[in-house]
């Protein structure tokens, strides 16, 4: 038997179970348990019918999106990751635009006073077409700048990068070679 297989059997025997606890518990406490014993065997039958509208809903969908990964396989492209690894070219660590980006990220600087948070609030408020910064918010954003020159030279390297991973996957996309 299949793990879902026995799952649910196992799920039908829990629901029986509980159904002869709760009537064990009743007689011992001499609690007359008949008038809601009707509604404890819907509840029961309800949470079955769901369960196999959800198994069958679940086939429903699994039939045609495993047809459709077949085709893509049988096409030649990667339908795991795993395939995928083995698909695209390996990309040198320093050649590889992506990962370059990511360590252009990972060197940017806050200000190491409560001003820091000063540069958040110019990046949500800046000035309506046509107008300027105002002089403090200009000295702040060019400090801010200084600060992550490292950052912004790795991530204008990072630009001119031609091999990652993203790349190759848009030009596949795109029947690029």
């Given at each position: 038997?299949?793990?879902?297989?026995?799952?649910?059997?196992?799920?039908?025997?829990?629901?029986?179970?509980?159904?002869?606890?709760?009537a064990?518990?009743?007689?011992?406490?001499?609690?007359n348990?008949?008038p809601?014993?009707?509604?404890?065997?819907?509840?029961?039958?309800?949470?079955?019918?769901?369960?196999?509208?959800?198994?069958?809903?679940?086939i429903?969908?699994?039939?045609p999106?495993?047809?459709?990964?077949?085709?893509?396989?049988?096409?030649?492209?990667?339908?795991s990751?795993a395939e995928?690894?083995?698909?695209?070219?390996?990309?040198p660590?320093?050649?590889n635009a992506?990962?370059?980006?990511?360590?252009?990220?990972?060197?940017?600087?806050k200000?190491?006073?409560?001003?820091?948070?000063?540069?958040?609030?110019?990046?949500?408020?800046?000035?309506?077409?046509?107008?300027r910064?105002?002089?403090?918010?200009?000295?702040?954003?060019?400090?801010?700048?200084a600060?992550?020159?490292?950052?912004?030279?790795?991530?204008r390297a990072?630009?001119?990068?031609?091999?990652?991973?993203?790349?190759?996957?848009?030009?596949?996309?795109?029947?690029?070679?």
């Open positions: 038997m299949s793990g879902k297989t026995e799952y649910v059997i196992r799920f039908f025997k829990q629901a029986a179970i509980a159904s002869f606890r709760l064990r518990i009743a007689l011992r406490a001499k609690i348990i008949r809601i014993m009707p509604f404890i065997r819907i509840a029961i039958v309800l949470i079955a019918i769901v369960f196999i509208g959800f198994c069958g809903w679940w429903h969908l699994w039939i999106n495993y047809r459709l990964i077949r085709a893509i396989r049988d096409a030649g492209y990667p339908t990751t995928t690894d083995r698909w695209y070219p390996s990309v660590a320093e050649k992506a990962l370059v980006m990511t360590q252009a990220f990972a060197l940017m600087q200000f190491p006073y409560e001003r820091s948070n000063d540069n958040y609030r110019v990046a949500w408020m800046t000035p309506a077409r046509g107008e910064f105002t002089e403090p918010e200009q000295k702040l954003i060019e400090e801010y700048l600060l992550n020159s490292t950052a912004l030279a790795k991530a990072a630009l001119k990068l031609t091999n990652s991973h993203s790349r190759l996957i848009s030009h596949a996309m795109l029947g690029r070679s």
